[in-house]
């Protein structure tokens, strides 16, 4: 059985083609055009691409899925809006299978991603999982009892949207205070850079000259380099993140959560600190069975082994 | 199909005979007695009590299903800590299921009311439910896709131990700002004592001339009368259980959910502000399909119809 996946990305169309168990047999990458019949065009060339690349005919092809950021209607494969890719209320699930003749079905990429650490990555051999990925914001999908889950509505998993400072930062939701604001990327560069213009003698601004130079990783490496000013930051935010992971298990008891995007790349540097939270807060601490902690395992190719395996685990 | 539903609580053993469809066709109520030999007697006592007062005999019951308070190994069947009823690690599912010869599972409670909920009340003909209950604490329980929702390890749904006000009020679980510190009527009744203590012309001392007699009742009374700093205390709790709610259905987008407990007794006075806040914070706010907010619609009778379906469900 093969199955086809495609991450729609704003710079990019990345396809790729894979069995049942996830495994990647082709994977094709194009430029993202704009306008509706233009991507829906993109996805069915980066779809036939990675058919042709993997030596797989079309015909043998079960079923195709879509990924995609901004604000999607799952269940009537409906793009709202996606301004950066000209996209507004566009069917592209249903424009997408005219092309390519095949069952189409549009996830949001958090759930996506999701699904493919669950059925590939860090999920493997596990019955449920929450994926986190720390990004711009903190975009969450869980499946459980080895379904994807998603909600009545096909809503579910904003987690990212629950807060845990009431009346704190406004986040883009319109809420104040959610997890998001905090322990997204966005959220930590934006504590990194108060914290730097409220000590100008931090080392932080020796790994960032200017405020528009902070990123992910500007903290670590200033507390690497024993910055007290960052060590203060970097506490409050693992203090932030490690919150709502805590609710999250307490609330959902997956097998596994995985944490990706790129400050998942500082490993256990990350993960140690949050353990120590999980191991005083969780409700479960003196539980034998408790959920284990670790990074998200694929990278780029969450997105499409996870989309292309959406209609089999929605 | 017959199914008993037992309701071990710390006076009284409640159980009850329902039909596959969560009727309640008979009910029997017997004191709780302290021990483990002895809560298994009485168990058994009032569930035959309840089957010959439907008229039905033992040998055309299913199963039995015991929800309990305290802590509990719902995959082993086993009561942990139940110190009010003198249990200390009792293998209970398995001790009742000797003496009634049927297969027997254990649920928290929080767990077995949604369920009843579910299948015979606020959340009858839906797909999806979660429940939350307003007493000493905040429990939570859900029905996902028409399944019992427990987490991998039976120990999910922990919601009131969601933290929404970061460093808050300590919690019993040991976390600081836990939703349930706030939410339950005894946050509610610890906010209102305080209030009064620092207004000793409240209204509020009206309705309960001293702090021991504060219950979950008093604010709304004070409201009514139109006191100012009760209708402070009202707005803060109204704000803070609206907080959770829309954090539990930004994460699960149940179809249904529904509050119970005996605040939620002051109906509309309850949902009218609640739904304010949802309208204004919900992730879905402007979907067409969102959760539909309402009271609970069993009263003690939730948690024996839910036990009882707890083998047909879990």
Same mark, same amino acid.
């Given at each position: 059985?093969?199955y *086809?996946g495609?991450?729609?990305? @704003?710079?990019n ?22 306008g ?7 996805i ?21 899925g &879509?990924?995609?950021?901004?604000? *999607? ?16 209320h566009?069917p ?7 092309? &390519? ?15 493919g ?23 969450c @999908?869980?499946?459980?009892d ?19 400072h009431?009346? @704190?930062?406004?986040c ?27 000590d ?29 000013t ?12 490690a919150?709502?992971?805590?609710? &999250? *298990?307490? *609330? ?9 995007? @790129?400050?998942?790349?500082?490993g256990?540097?990350?993960l140690?600190?949050l353990?120590?939270v ?6 479960t601490?003196?539980s034998p ?8 395992k ?5 997105g ?11």
């Amino acid at each position: 059985m093969y199955y *086809i996946g495609i991450d729609l990305g @704003g710079t990019n169309v990345h396809a790729g083609l894979v069995d049942e168990k996830g495994k990647l047999l082709g994977q094709a990458e194009i430029p993202t055009p704009k306008g509706a019949e233009e991507v829906a065009d993109a996805i069915t060339q980066a779809a036939r691409l990675t058919a042709a690349q993997a030596g797989v005919a079309m015909g043998d092809v079960q079923s195709a899925g &879509l990924a995609s950021a901004g604000s *999607i209607d799952p269940e009537n494969g409906m793009v709202l809006h996606a301004w950066n890719l000209g996209l507004d209320h566009v069917p592209l699930a249903r424009m997408v299978s005219e092309r &390519l003749e095949l069952p189409t079905l549009l996830e949001n990429d958090a759930n996506a991603a999701a699904l493919g650490e669950f059925v590939a990555g860090a999920g493997r051999g596990y019955r449920s999982l929450a994926a986190v990925t720390l990004g711009t914001g903190v975009g969450c @999908g869980a499946v459980l009892d080895s379904k994807l889950f998603t909600g009545f509505n096909y809503a579910g998993m904003e987690a990212g949207h629950m807060v845990i400072h009431r009346g @704190g930062r406004p986040c883009t939701c319109g809420r104040r205070g959610c997890w998001e604001a905090y322990a997204s990327a966005t959220g930590l560069i934006r504590s990194v850079r108060e914290a730097m213009e409220r000590d100008p003698d931090s080392a932080l601004w020796r790994f960032a000259p200017t405020l528009e130079l902070v990123n992910g990783k500007t903290v670590f490496d200033a507390v690497e380099a024993g910055d007290k000013t960052a060590e203060g930051v970097l506490e409050g935010y693992l203090g932030d993140l490690a919150c709502g992971i805590v609710n &999250l *298990i307490n *609330i959902l008891q997956p097998e596994v959560l995985c944490i990706g995007g @790129g400050i998942s790349r500082q490993g256990e540097k990350l993960l140690r600190p949050l353990r120590e939270v999980l191991d005083r807060e969780e409700f479960t601490r003196d539980s034998p069975r408790r959920t284990r902690l670790c990074v998200a395992k694929l990278r780029g190719e969450a997105g499409i082994i996870g989309a292309a395996l959406v209609p089999v685990y929605r």
